[in-house]
């Protein structure tokens, strides 16, 4: 049971985000993340298929745990959590859409990219959060800095996170967890090539933070 965005950042070293373009996708892909032991995926509203993506994983895989990512109104917020989505993702954050979806309940990891961004979120008693887009914004050298006036805010990067670099943000003592979609490219899932995604996700998951 996740009771805050710390528990999200708990349950595996990654969290992949993923974009699907075919609903029927969406079982095999999950079930190939989980055989190689990620636990939890976010599918991404940016496409047609999403809800009916998230639905699918949260009747047909109840082992993962399905998060909902690019949500950026409330409406999409009521949407995914009809569809079964078990934790929020957004990008940045409007007060209306904090105010929202922290009075559903729902867990929520909010993006935020500078410092009062950052001190907006823990004031709502967020100190778990995504630090969105992490390359562009400073990456590690950022979150190092950050760790200085706020130590009690720990980050799941995303945004230019791979499998080169997911170690290194690993070691920082504020990082939870790392976000990418580099687990789940678009031709490897066009292809339907799920071992290679199970391959994927097993590199990751062994990631030691
Ligand atoms: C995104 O917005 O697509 C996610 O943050 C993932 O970013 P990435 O594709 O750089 O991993």
């Known amino acids: 049971v996740l009771r805050g965005p710390a528990d999200v950042l ?12 075919d609903a029927r996708h969406a079982v095999p892909l999950a079930r190939a993340l989980l055989r190689g032991g990620i636990r939890i995926i976010e599918i991404t509203l940016r496409t047609s298929v999403a809800l009916s993506a998230i639905e699918r994983v949260a009747s047909e895989v109840p ?21 079964g989505a078990r934790f929020i993702v957004t990008p940045g954050t ?19 990219s500078t410092v009062t961004e950052m001190m907006q979120l823990a004031e ?17 050298a950022y ?3 950050v760790a200085g006036p706020f130590p009690e805010l720990r980050f799941c990067p995303t945004g230019g996170i791979s499998a ?6 690993l070691a920082l003592a504020n990082v939870g967890c790392v976000g990418g979609s580099w687990l789940t490219p ?9 071992d290679k995604i199970e391959h994927f996700a097993r590199q990751a998951a062994l990631l030691n933070r």
């Open 186 to 194: 678009k031709a490897t899932i066009l292809a339907e090539d799920w």
């Open 143 to 145: 979150l190092s800095a």
């Open 63 to 83: 082992e993962m745990v399905i998060g909902a990512g690019t949500v950026i109104t409330p409406e999409q917020a009521v949407a995914v959590q009809r569809a």
């Open 94 to 112: 409007t007060p209306r859409l904090l105010d929202f979806v922290l009075d559903s309940g729902v867990p929520l990891l909010a993006g935020a």
């Open 164 to 169: 080169a670099n997911a170690a290194d943000y």
């Open 10 to 21: 708990a349950v595996n070293p990654v969290i992949p985000v993923v974009v699907i373009d």
């Open 124 to 140: 709502k008693g967020l100190n778990a959060m995504k630090f969105f887009p992490a390359e562009v914004c400073g990456g590690r």
